[in-house]
């Protein structure tokens, strides 16, 4: 399975708690943390499936209108990121951040 990287960079941390909230309740996902460039630039970082990160994103994109002055700066998915991006940049996947990436089990539908 490849292992994707998913940022949405936004403006302000209410957004930025807002875009990652929705996108760990979104799909099957890794939050893997914050980067605070300058000037309130916020990029929330995330990890799984290509697919779980794709409908993550998209999640997250759509949280932004929820917040009073949300501001969306950019987004992006690395399908597959190279071992360079690993060991320069703050992406990993630890052990201590694995166990929050655990399936969204729904309940049986009411009629059988």
């Known amino acids: 399975m490849a292992v994707a990287l998913g940022m949405v960079e936004v403006l302000g941390i209410p957004t930025a708690l807002e875009v990652a909230d929705a996108m760990c309740k979104g799909a099957s996902v890794t939050l893997v943390g914050f ?31 929820q917040v009073n002055g949300g501001e969306l700066l950019s987004h992006h998915i690395i399908a597959q990121p190279h071992d360079n991006l690993e060991a320069a940049l703050p992406i990993c996947r630890s ?17 059988a």
Not at 101 to 110: D, N
């Open 95 to 111: 052990a201590d951040l694995r166990t929050f990436a655990q399936p969204i089990r729904f309940p049986p539908p009411l009629s």
């Open 35 to 65: 980067e605070n460039t300058d000037l309130g630039r916020i990029t929330v970082l995330i990890r799984g499936a290509v697919a779980e990160v794709e409908v993550a994103v998209q999640a997250g994109l759509a949280a932004i209108a």
